[in-house]
């Protein structure tokens, strides 16, 4: 049963370019969050999709927004890329948005902006 | 919001040893707390967690402590072994916020063998 499945596991973008980042939820979950976790620091909270909605978000920006697709699958997308958007993004499933049991981390997307 | 606080930043045990780490929150309205073990190149990945409606809960070498008067709570692992060497993230999260964790700022956890 494949877990949380990011893509790519790495990536180096100039300042100001955009990017998008994505994530293929575990089989059986239909929500997926996303965190950015700087160095040396704990994960941050993004925002959290469900049926192809954002249901939460955290204190980021406009500059980040996301998509879910139909089959759970999401995307993180960055526009105006700047040096502090450097850093490991991660993505995490469940299933429905207020559930903590089984709550699953994927690998994540280490992004450097140069 | 939530606000996190994890003590130490960083801690070395001689293998066999207890480690224990602390974590304060400030939002009285949380009532799940995870912890997380974070190993070099993978995502966070849950190693047990505890609902404010319990004051323990143990598992094999890893126990977790729940004060909700005083707002800490804590992680617990004996006999260390080399292995558990990696950077351990406590979190909490309320009902009506979802899943959303708020996460601790983490602790290098290095045994020593």
């Known amino acids: 049963d494949a877990g949380v499945t990011q893509s790519p596991t790495h990536l180096i973008k100039t300042r100001g370019q955009q990017v998008t980042l994505r994530c293929s939820p575990k089989?059986?979950?239909?929500?997926v969050s996303w965190y950015q976790q700087a160095l040396g620091q704990g994960p941050q909270f993004i925002f959290q999709?469900?049926?192809?909605?954002?249901?939460q978000r955290g204190n980021f920006p406009d500059r980040f927004s996301g998509h879910q697709y139909p089959n759970y699958s999401s995307e993180l997308n960055v526009n105006a890329l700047l040096l502090g958007d450097s850093a490991l993004y991660l993505c995490?499933?469940?299933?429905?948005?207020?559930?903590?049991?089984?709550?699953?981390f994927g690998s994540g997307t280490r992004l450097t902006v140069v | 919001g939530e606000n996190v606080e994890q003590h130490p930043s960083t801690l070395s045990v001689q293998e066999g040893d207890s480690a224990v780490i602390k974590c304060t929150y400030s939002?009285?309205?949380?009532?799940?707390f995870p912890w997380y073990k974070q190993e070099l190149g993978k995502g966070p990945q849950l190693i047990i967690d505890?609902?404010?409606?319990?004051g323990e809960k143990k598992d094999q070498r890893i126990a977790v402590t729940l004060n909700k008067t005083a707002k800490h709570f804590s992680l617990h692992i004996t006999e260390t072994q080399p292995e558990d060497s990696a950077v351990y993230f406590c979190?909490?999260?309320?009902?009506?916020?979802?899943?959303?964790?708020?996460f601790g700022g983490g602790t290098r956890l290095m045994v020593k063998p």
């Open positions: 995490a499933s469940s299933r429905g948005p207020g559930n903590n049991y089984g709550y699953t």
């Open positions: 089989s059986g979950h239909d929500t």
């Open positions: 999709y469900y049926e192809e909605e954002e249901r």
């Open positions: 939002d009285s309205a949380s009532n799940y």
């Open positions: 505890i609902r404010s409606n319990v």
């Open positions: 979190a909490a999260s309320r009902n009506n916020a979802g899943n959303m964790l708020t």
